[in-house]
């Protein structure tokens, strides 16, 4: 499974981004979907997670009620809609897929969010 990410810019605080993964591979639909992100002098870190099958969801606790993760398996595609954007939200996100949420076997390479205040 390759992963293409792509949607990052920059935007000001209160503003909206929409990210994508775009993931070529027949067995994509398979895989749980995750997105991740690393600040600046900062260690990578979990933002959300869908699995494949149910769509179940799972958020970090800085992004629940501003970001929603979906994705659209006709289209081998995640998303991550970002809402209420934080100068903190500043990071360049990653896209993952895995055998299970919280498995990262496939990485994207990445994408720069700028939040400006």
């Known amino acids: 499974v390759q992963l293409q990410a792509s949607g990052g810019g920059l935007v000001q605080a209160g503003g909206s981004l929409r990210l994508s993964c775009a993931a070529s591979g027949r067995t994509f639909s398979r895989y749980a979907a995750s997105w991740l992100r690393q600040a600046p002098g900062k260690e990578r870190e979990f933002v959300a997670d869908?699995?494949?099958?149910?769509?179940?969801?799972d958020y970090a606790d800085f992004v629940k009620g501003r970001f929603t993760i979906s994705r659209d398996n006709t289209k081998n595609t995640v998303y991550l809609q970002m809402n209420s954007l934080k100068p903190e939200d500043t990071a360049v996100y990653y896209c993952?897929?895995?055998?299970?949420?919280?498995?990262?076997?496939?990485w994207g390479q990445g994408t720069l969010v700028t939040v400006s205040s």
């Open positions: 869908i699995t494949w099958n149910n769509g179940r969801t």
């Open positions: 993952a897929a895995g055998v299970y949420p919280g498995r990262y076997d496939y």
